[in-house]
């Protein structure tokens, strides 16, 4: 109350007086209005920021399924699971690069596509990327090779097989199953288990081959890896695929798994020693050169496979690896032919300790045939295959 006996009313908000209940309403009203969209606008704000996130979250989570893709892409081109066609279509776009960059004659082209056609309808490998005889004239080498190696054990007769113009860039593995059959079917042993594989396969072939060993029941694990199908792919192939081919085949061989550095520098010493034992067994002497009946050993790294048809051991006792390389073309490797090589050539072949700084090796190196008795318990064992490791 005032003096002059006025009603005053106070806002509980702010504590103005006003002197008329209405006005005083009035006011508290405005207080209310301003007060919700106060919180109204907070509220969008939090809801605005909510979805700039939510749409944020989607934006990055789109960009890297894109580029979990890309990448799968990537590596399905590069490993030739991306269905872009096989040996065939290579070979055949390949031919027409030359012939259009002026490198091989219209008729040249007809004539090898006429006889590509022919090799694969029969399944047999044209032979024309082989080199032979290269084993032969390595004996003789080191017969009169009077410097600094001491022993030397080699693997009975291989023919060498590198890549074509149909295979370039993923048919090494292929290749390397190619050079360890023709050692196979020089040696009478395995005359039973190769008597319908007489001749050279192509890699065609060979895919259809491993999808029959797929399909007896081997590996499913790594079946599963290629959707079950090779033929007609550009798809890499390793040492588990050469396992189980082989033993479809009732080949008797194993995978030995150098799965670490065993000595300095990243460098794999148990290897060469591993080598050395598989030769030297049974073919211990004083012979300088011994040309064992131990068919040749496929390695294999990441990105690529070779064949191991020997080993060295120099005076000093170090150990050098003979290998023949599916990359290395057949006019380099007919130089190994000559008789009277003073050994410059074999650098082709040579691959000392230092050489060999991967971080895991495999093998397949075989031992003998299998009963069938043998096969069927290997098949099943294949489904949980483990390879053994060198510790």
């Known amino acids: 109350d005032t003096g002059n006996d006025q009603q005053l009313y106070e806002c509980p908000m702010c504590s103005l007086t006003c002197t008329n209940i209405q006005i005083l309403e009035e006011h508290v009203d405005l207080h209310?209005?301003?007060?919700?969209?106060?919180?109204?606008?907070?509220?969008?704000?939090?809801?605005?920021?909510?979805?700039?996130?939510?749409?944020?979250?989607n934006r990055q989570r789109s960009e890297e399924e894109k580029r979990e893709k890309e990448e799968f892409k990537k590596l399905q081109r590069q490993y030739g699971l991306d269905n872009s066609g096989g040996y065939k279509q290579q070979f055949l776009k390949n031919m027409e690069r030359e012939v259009d960059k002026g490198r091989m004659q219209?008729?040249?082209?007809?004539?090898?596509?006429?006889?590509?056609?022919?090799?694969?309808?029969?399944?047999?490998?044209?032979?024309?990327?082989?080199?032979?005889?290269?084993?032969?004239?390595?004996?003789?080498?080191?017969?009169?090779?009077?410097k600094d190696v001491r022993h030397v054990w080699l693997s009975t007769g291989v023919d060498h097989f590198h890549s074509s113009l149909g295979d370039r860039g993923w048919?090494?593995?292929?290749?390397?199953?190619?050079?360890?059959?023709?050692?196979?079917l020089q040696n009478s042993l395995y005359n039973d288990c190769l008597k319908d594989t007489t001749l050279i396969p192509s890699?065609?072939?060979?895919?259809?081959?491993?999808?029959?060993?797929?399909?007896?029941?081997?590996?499913?694990?790594g079946a599963s890896h290629f959707n079950n199908r090779l033929y007609g792919s550009k798809a890499w192939i390793g040492a588990c695929e050469i396992y189980s081919l082989l033993t479809s085949l009732r080949i008797k061989c194993q995978i030995i798994d150098f799965h670490k550095p065993t000595g300095p520098m990243g460098t794999h010493p148990r290897l060469l020693e591993w080598v050395l034992r598989y030769y030297s067994t049974d073919n211990e002497g004083g012979a300088k050169?011994?040309?064992?009946?131990?068919?040749?050993?496929?390695?294999?790294?990441?990105?690529?496979?070779?064949?191991?048809?020997?080993?060295?051991?120099?005076?000093?006792?170090?150990?050098?690896?003979?290998?023949?390389?599916?990359?290395?073309?057949?006019?380099?490797?007919?130089?190994?032919?000559?008789?009277?090589?003073?050994?410059?050539s074999l650098k082709l072949l040579r691959k000392f300790v230092g050489s060999l700084k991967e971080k895991q090796y495999q093998i397949v190196a075989v031992d003998g045939v299998l009963s069938l008795e043998e096969k069927a318990a290997r098949c099943h064992a294949s489904q949980v295959l483990t390879s053994e490791k060198i510790p």
């Open 32 to 57: 209310l209005e301003e007060h919700s969209f106060s919180e109204g606008g907070n509220l969008r704000d939090l809801e605005l920021a909510q979805w700039l996130q939510t749409e944020e979250d």
């Open 106 to 146: 219209p008729f040249e082209y007809h004539k090898r596509k006429a006889d590509m056609m022919e090799c694969l309808a029969f399944g047999i490998d044209d032979g024309k990327t082989k080199t032979s005889g290269v084993i032969e004239a390595l004996c003789k080498y080191y017969q009169n090779e009077n």
């Open 171 to 184: 048919g090494c593995g292929y290749r390397n199953f190619q050079m360890l059959l023709s050692s196979l």
């Open 203 to 221: 890699i065609p072939k060979i895919q259809s081959m491993i999808e029959d060993a797929w399909r007896e029941g081997f590996d499913p694990h």
């Open 289 to 344: 050169v011994l040309c064992t009946s131990k068919p040749p050993i496929y390695l294999q790294h990441q990105g690529h496979s070779r064949t191991i048809v020997g080993i060295e051991e120099k005076k000093n006792k170090t150990l050098c690896l003979l290998l023949f390389d599916p990359g290395c073309p057949s006019q380099e490797m007919q130089k190994l032919l000559k008789q009277n090589s003073d050994g410059t």
